[in-house]
């Protein structure tokens, strides 16, 4: 259960500064309806994103671009068709932006509310975010800290309502993040 009431009072669990993604164990995964009888799975393979801690949970940020042409179903013919003009339109939609706008929670469990942008459509998204801890990698004293955010969106608030009853409307989707705290921290 998330507690909407934390304030500048809560400790946060991370030391101040910009925390870097770790690619490598990091992931933008998503499932939709098809045909409304089963799921496809997918995920984007390339992702930036950024963590900013402040002193005060108010002043925590994240932000994160995902190329819309790393998408991957494990199918390639599908891949190339989901990139086409009449469905992604990667050419004219090349990323998906997030950007939070507010943090709050505390503990395991938070919320991230933000705006996520697809082509020229920005619309308000809000995240459940599990904190998964902090760990010290042995092998070169590095921090991180994981992360586990699930949500949904709608295709059709985004301009992508292609394909009616083909594939479904709704876009679940999670996200496995892991972030190295910054140096001198």
């Known amino acids: 259960m998330t507690n909407d009431t934390a304030t500048a009072t809560t400790p946060l669990p991370l ?3 910009h925390w870097s993604l770790d690619p490598f164990h990091s992931s933008v995964n998503f499932t939709i309806r098809h045909l409304g009888i089963a799921k496809v799975r997918g995920r984007f393979e390339r992702l930036e994103a950024g963590l900013f ?4 949970l108010e002043d925590v940020r994240v932000s994160a671009t995902v190329d819309l042409a790393s998408v991957n179903t494990g199918n390639a013919d599908r891949d190339a068709h ?3 003009a009449d469905l992604l339109d990667v050419d004219k939609r090349p990323t998906m932006t997030y950007r939070s706008t507010r943090v709050s929670g505390q503990g395991e469990d938070w919320t991230m509310e933000g705006e996520l942008t697809i082509g020229d459509v920005t619309r308000p998204v809000t995240l459940a975010v599990e904190f998964g801890g902090l760990v010290d990698v042995p092998m070169d004293s590095s921090r991180h800290a994981g992360f586990e955010a699930t949500g949904e969106i709608r295709r059709s608030d985004f301009g992508l309502d292609f394909a009616p009853g083909l594939l479904g409307d709704v876009v679940k989707i999670q996200l496995d993040m892991q972030f190295v705290e910054p140096k001198g921290a």
């Open 15 to 17: 030391a101040p500064g």
């Open 53 to 56: 801690v402040g002193e005060r």
């Open 82 to 84: 989901v990139r086409a």
